[in-house]
């Protein structure tokens, strides 16, 4: 049994799994902005994070794509949101979606999959395989008025995937999954990705993203702060150690004389340095200030990751 | 092709089975003392009209008005369903569920008079056609409201109402305009079936139930995307909110 895949999709020259976004707002009703002039490209078969504290507008972001929601300003284009053919191209899973709770989790997966313009027997092959390849296993078979939280997560999953879109949309992807599951879905993701389906993913957590992602995109306060492929926003930060430190008491004025390739970045509390050695500057720092008359309460050090990215382009913390 | 919304309905009645069974004793339960008792036949027929007419409108609207509320009829909209497709399959599986149930209890009514076979036919049609007809303006009563609350209050108002237009209790002077709103209101034909099979003295009514059963239909198909956003609209407060 062959199942499309979303390269099967072709509708009048355009890529269904483009994305094009140019100074795109958004707020709810008249509240306050939630996306606050989003310029984004995204091209056929990539795989993007968008990642974000809570309110950062990711599922907002994720929403607009979807067509839930209208931008009130700036332009979007989803290709996507038409149906080629008879087939829906787009593939969504919100954190929590309603489900015919007196049929089994197969019975609903079927009956989307047939919505989305499956024919009956790829709509069964497609169901049983990312049933079994997600984990859903046994419950399958039960009325999702008795599943768990995970249960109901690993179904939208395979709901959202099960016709192969050519745009695949989800709101955080490993909510809820064990790693056996994680690790499938980054599978059947990549999966997507190699047969050029485009997927989006929004997460407040980088967990497992660099695994998933081609792109992450890091959202603050309804704006896109930084972005990039992984490798380049590591290499953004160069090789530096942050060491940040707490005082128990510290000197009015703090003259140490630290050594070549560690600079201060900022005086405050906590006092934060940056150095090009490594943890191994750690100790030569903590001396210097100690020299200094300082006693030092606590010493945070901080290699460089994806986090220190988001911290650097915004000045607070990803997981605050 | 369309996915069968009509045969996942038929599925979740079967398997809400207390449900479907109280679908099928409660009408018995309200017609049985009706039928047996010592109720003149022209106020039981008016009495079954509001019965059957009620069960259809509510047994539409209330699921209908749940299932916008909770985000379902939009997400098998989202999921390629066309809007006008979902309704009126949607009304058509729930028309046949409730001719289903309804229809032992017209049998007890029927059984009680000694009725004719021929008027009993005629009033199982009468009685599917208005299961049709209460379900299609279920749909309309449901993207009205904005609450299940609120839909529960338009339902109650509008099932007496469409059945005092079709006659249940009175005789419109002839001529009237009351007596051209009889003629022309959707649960007529079963009155009338009702009242033949009872009575004796009934008929007609036939041409506005064909009417009212086709243009229904094709007016929920036009309007059927603007009927589907209205279910996905709640009242601040939701449930709690008339």
């Known amino acids: 049994m062959v199942i ?23 707020r709810y009703g008249g509240g306050a902005p939630v996306l606050k002039g989003v310029d984004l490209e995204i091209g056929v078969g990539e795989v993007i994070a968008v990642v974000g504290p809570p309110g950062s507008g990711k599922t907002a972001l994720l929403k607009l794509m979807a067509g839930l929601l209208a931008p009130t300003g700036g332009s979007l284009d989803v290709p996507a949101r038409r149906t080629s053919g008879g087939r829906v191209m787009l593939g969504f899973a919100a954190e929590v979606e309603p489900h015919f709770e007196s049929m089994t989790g197969q019975q609903n997966a079927l009956f989307f999959a047939r919505a989305a313009g499956l024919r009956k027997a790829d709509a069964a092959a497609s169901v049983a395989e990312l049933i079994g390849l ?9 009325p999702v008025s008795e599943y768990s939280f995970e249960a109901r997560r690993r179904l939208l999953l395979v709901e959202a995937l099960a016709h192969r879109p050519a745009l695949t949309l989800i709101d955080n992807p490993f909510m809820g999954l064990d790693q056996a599951a994680r690790s499938a879905l980054i599978h059947v993701l990549r999966l997507q990705s190699a047969k050029r389906g485009t997927v989006v993913v929004a997460s407040p957590t980088l967990t497992l993203l660099p695994e998933l992602a081609d792109r992450i995109l890091f959202l603050h306060e309804g704006r896109i702060v930084t972005g990039g492929r992984v490798a380049e926003l590591l290499a953004s930060l160069g090789n530096a150690t942050r060491i940040e430190i707490r005082f128990e008491r510290r000197p009015h004025r703090i003259e140490a004389q630290f050594r070549p390739g560690t600079k201060v970045l900022s005086d405050g509390d906590p006092f934060v340095l940056e150095s090009g050695r490594g943890p191994a500057a750690v100790g030569d720092v903590c001396a210097a200030l100690v020299a200094t008359g300082a006693v030092i309460k606590s010493v945070t050090v901080r290699e460089a990751d994806l986090e220190e990215v988001f911290r650097r382009a915004t000045g607070v913390e990803l997981s605050a | 092709m369309t996915p069968a919304v009509w045969s996942v309905q038929w599925r979740l009645a079967l398997t809400r ?40 409108m509510f047994g539409s609207a209330i699921p209908l008005r749940w299932e916008g509320q909770r985000g379902m009829s939009a997400r098998i909209v989202r999921a390629g369903v066309a809007p ?26 029927a059984v009680a008079v000694g009725a004719a076979p021929g008027d009993v ?49 009175r005789n ?24 033949e099979m009872t009575m004796g ?18 007016a929920v198909a036009m309007l059927g995307p603007r009927l589907h956003t209205a279910l996905g609209r709640v009242n601040r407060g939701g449930l709690e909110g008339a």
Not at chain 1, 134 to 142: N, S, T
């Open chain 2, 121 to 169: 036919v005629t009033a199982v049609v009468a009685l599917a056609a208005t299961a049709w007809i209460g379900g299609l303006v279920g749909i309309i009563v449901a993207a009205a409201s904005r609450s299940i609350t609120e839909t529960a209050l338009f339902t109650a108002v509008a099932v007496p109402l469409l059945a005092h237009m079709s006659g249940v209790f």
């Open chain 1, 4 to 26: 499309p895949g979303p390269l099967d999709i072709k509708e009048a020259g355009r890529a269904p799994g483009v994305i094009r976004a140019s100074g795109l707002e958004f």
């Open chain 2, 84 to 109: 006008s497709s979902y309704l009126l399959q949607r009304a058509g599986a729930g028309a046949v569920l409730d001719t289903l149930q309804l229809t032992p209890a017209l049998l007890i009514a």
């Open chain 2, 201 to 218: 003295a009934g008929g007609g009514g036939g041409v506005a139930m064909v009417v009212w059963a086709v243009a229904l239909p094709v």
């Open chain 1, 134 to 142: 997600l984990g859903l296993g046994e419950d399958a078979h039960r």
């Open chain 2, 17 to 56: 089975k207390r449900v479907f069974i109280l679908n099928f004793f409660v009408p018995l339960t309200l017609v049985l003392p009706v039928a047996t008792g010592a109720v003149p036949p022209g106020a039981a027929a008016g009495v079954y009209v509001v019965l059957f007419a009620a069960f259809s």
């Open chain 2, 172 to 195: 419109p002077e002839p001529g009237s305009y009351q007596a051209l709103l009889e003629t022309g209101s959707p649960f007529g034909a079963l009155h009338e079936a009702l009242l």
